[in-house]
């Protein structure tokens, strides 16, 4: 595994990135390397701010265009605070989200035009693509039962099962003409299978 490796994660609300990034963390540095966990919309003081605002379900004024644009306003500061100066000091980056959701969400869940956030992508981050991106794929309904659940559903949470069902389609699609970077793995198995698919990935590297 080389040292500046960057990862990230991905996957439709309810897939479980949250158990995974903690579970991908510990084994990483159980193997000796240093890692950094962090997350988008987020990761910096100025990208968590800008998370309250695109998570609160309150906001229900906010634009696509709007919604995009804070995004990259987000992954500019984190790149430049976190991203970018970790991958420089040799240290492994690992991502909750990274410019793949992008696409995702904004793009096929939202339909804003591909073009538009490729001119953002070519502005915000020219030079830069993860090395690795784990897809944790989930039938929509299943994410959908669990994210309903949730008495503090933020605003993507509360979308429709048909958002997440154009999401989870364009991240296939995107894994499947990237199989280079991309590895999926089945969401829908028991969390144990779950770290055990994505332990067999990660010790082929190490």
Same mark, same amino acid.
């Given at each position: 595994?080389?040292?500046?490796?960057?990862?990230?994660?991905?996957?439709?609300?309810?897939?479980?990135?949250?158990?995974?990034?903690?579970? =991908?963390?510990?084994? =990483? @540095?159980?193997?000796?390397?240093?890692?950094?966990?962090?997350?988008?919309?987020?990761?910096?003081?100025?990208?968590?701010?800008?998370?309250?605002?695109?998570?609160?379900?309150?906001?229900?004024?906010?634009?696509?265009?709007?919604?995009?644009?804070?995004?990259?306003?987000?992954?500019?500061?984190?790149? +430049?605070?976190?991203?970018?100066?970790?991958? @420089?000091?040799?240290?492994?980056?690992?991502?909750? &989200?990274?410019?793949?959701? +992008?696409?995702?969400?904004?793009?096929?869940?939202?339909? =804003?035009?591909?073009?538009?956030?490729?001119?953002?992508?070519?502005?915000?981050?020219?030079?830069?693509?993860?090395?690795?991106?784990?897809?944790?794929?989930?039938?929509?309904?299943?994410?959908?039962?669990?994210?309903?659940?949730?008495?503090?559903?933020? &605003?993507?949470?509360?979308?429709?099962?048909?958002?997440?069902?154009?999401? &989870?389609?364009?991240?296939?699609?995107?894994?499947?003409?990237?199989?280079?970077?991309?590895?999926?793995?089945?969401?829908?198995?028991?969390?144990?299978?779950?770290?055990?698919? =994505?332990?067999?990935?990660?010790?082929?590297?190490?």
């Amino acid at each position: 595994m080389k040292k500046n490796l960057f990862i990230t994660l991905e996957g439709i609300e309810g897939a479980g990135k949250s158990t995974v990034i903690d579970f =991908i963390e510990n084994f =990483i @540095t159980s193997s000796g390397y240093d890692v950094v966990k962090t997350r988008e919309p987020g990761g910096t003081a100025i990208g968590e701010q800008i998370r309250e605002i695109l998570l609160n379900k309150n906001n229900d004024k906010l634009t696509d265009d709007t919604e995009l644009l804070l995004i990259f306003a987000a992954r500019a500061q984190h790149l +430049s605070e976190i991203i970018l100066p970790n991958l @420089t000091s040799n240290k492994i980056v690992l991502c909750d &989200r990274f410019i793949d959701a +992008s696409y995702a969400y904004q793009g096929a869940g939202r339909g =804003i035009e591909q073009s538009k956030i490729n001119l953002l992508e070519n502005w915000v981050m020219p030079d830069i693509k993860p090395d690795l991106t784990f897809l944790l794929d989930l039938d929509p309904k299943i994410a959908f039962e669990r994210t309903n659940k949730r008495s503090d559903a933020d &605003r993507f949470e509360s979308e429709d099962i048909h958002f997440f069902e154009k999401i &989870r389609q364009y991240y296939l699609e995107r894994a499947e003409n990237e199989p280079e970077r991309f590895r999926v793995i089945n969401s829908e198995l028991s969390l144990e299978d779950v770290q055990e698919q =994505i332990k067999n990935i990660l010790k082929d590297m190490v």
